[in-house]
């Protein structure tokens, strides 16, 4: 099994930042193992939608176009976490946001295709 604990969510107004960390943990989560790791989102009465997503050997990243520009997805191979730097924010970025790791070797943005989900943390955007 792969732990994965968000934090870092919060209120904030229009035009600021904030920065998510995702921490993975377990015995699944090994080096010897191809992972990506993806951060979605989902707003109320919405689909959940890929936001950003790397890979964890080698750091290749994938971004939505909604986001491309402003958010930046990083990873500490040493503290075993993932990042999502968000700036310039929007109220259509307000969402749960999830951390999700997947055993494959390439970023997709199919939440479908990640096994393990972290349990979110809100982002709230204001006007």
Do not use: H
């Not at 997503?53 to 750091?59: C, H, Q």
């Not at 970025?93 to 943390?121: E, F, H, K, P």
């Amino acid at each position: 099994q792969v732990q994965l604990v968000e934090s870092g969510g919060g209120l904030v107004q229009a035009g600021g930042s904030l920065r998510l960390s995702c921490a993975a943990s377990g015995r699944a989560f090994s080096r010897y193992v191809s992972y990506v790791m993806g951060w979605f989102r989902q707003a109320p009465g919405k689909e959940r939608e890929f936001v950003a997503g790397i890979r964890w050997s080698g750091g290749s990243t994938s971004y939505a176009d909604s986001v491309l520009g402003r958010f930046d997805i990083s990873r500490d191979n040493v503290k075993n976490t993932v990042y999502l730097q968000m700036n310039s924010l929007k109220p259509e970025d307000t969402a749960v946001y999830y951390c999700a790791a997947g055993r494959r070797s390439i970023v997709s943005a199919v939440a479908g295709l990640y096994d393990y989900w972290g349990q979110g943390t809100q982002v709230t955007v204001s006007s």
